[in-house]
């Protein structure tokens, strides 16, 4: 979910391990969610998508679930590395509207 | 191709001076928009073109105007910028906006203080 405030949600794990980052969306209208990664500096990078009418959908070292019964979003992150240290996004979208960003969460992976 | 271009990297400016960044996609995209981004929040959407010479208002328009001549170009202006203008601005861009999960891709920013 998001938290109130200034402060990112945070989430540290070893290098290694599995990651998992949520998101909670708003719209049950939205037909598709996409995870971005932003790195230090730089603007959001696309990672993954998944269309609304799926639950799961895979890509290489990361899963995106979909919970639309309490409009929950996954992002798993296998082997987790150094590299993966970044704030990562949910977004929704679809039809005729704009997608919509959450605030994030900050990932850091300690070698 | 060189996908989103923004200009400047960086920039100061005093309280009620004007300015433009510079946004431009060399992909063809039909859909481009402008987001800040600041501390501990998200991506606020400013404003939108969904083609050239269509323009629309996001969730956070005011003190922002943009213009859409070319299919290239979406450059975003700050008319008298306020302290509350700093933030760090990203362009985007997308093939349409549309029912199919086409992504948007993002420049690297503009770094904007406002003294």
Request: glycine content about 10%.
């Amino acid at each position: 979910g998001e938290s109130v405030g200034l402060h990112l949600p945070t989430l540290s794990v070893q290098e290694g391990d599995n990651s998992i980052i949520n998101c909670a969306y708003s719209n049950s209208a939205s037909d598709y969610f996409i995870w971005y990664k932003q790195e230090s500096g730089k603007g959001p990078q696309f990672i993954i998508d998944i269309r609304s009418n799926m639950d799961k959908r895979q890509g290489q070292r990361v899963t995106v679930l979909l919970n639309k019964t309490v409009k929950h979003l996954s992002l798993q992150i296998a082997a987790t590395q150094p590299g993966d240290s970044a704030v990562y996004f949910c977004a929704e979208g679809g039809g005729s509207y704009i997608p919509t960003f959450g605030r994030g969460t900050s990932l850091i992976v300690h070698p | 191709n060189a996908g989103v271009t923004q200009t400047p990297k960086f920039q100061v400016l005093k309280t009620g001076q004007s300015m433009t960044l510079q946004c431009a996609q060399d992909m063809n995209h039909e859909y481009m928009s402008w987001y800040r981004q600041d501390p501990g929040m998200g991506l606020r959407l400013i404003h939108y073109s969904v083609g050239a010479g269509i323009t629309d208002q996001g969730e956070v328009p005011n003190g922002y105007n943009v213009s859409r001549s070319t299919t290239e170009d979406f450059p975003l202006r700050l008319l008298s910028a306020a302290p509350s203008q700093t933030s760090v601005y990203f362009c985007a861009s997308s093939p349409r906006l549309a029912t199919s999960t086409d992504t948007q891709y993002f420049g690297p920013g503009t770094r904007l203080t406002v003294l």
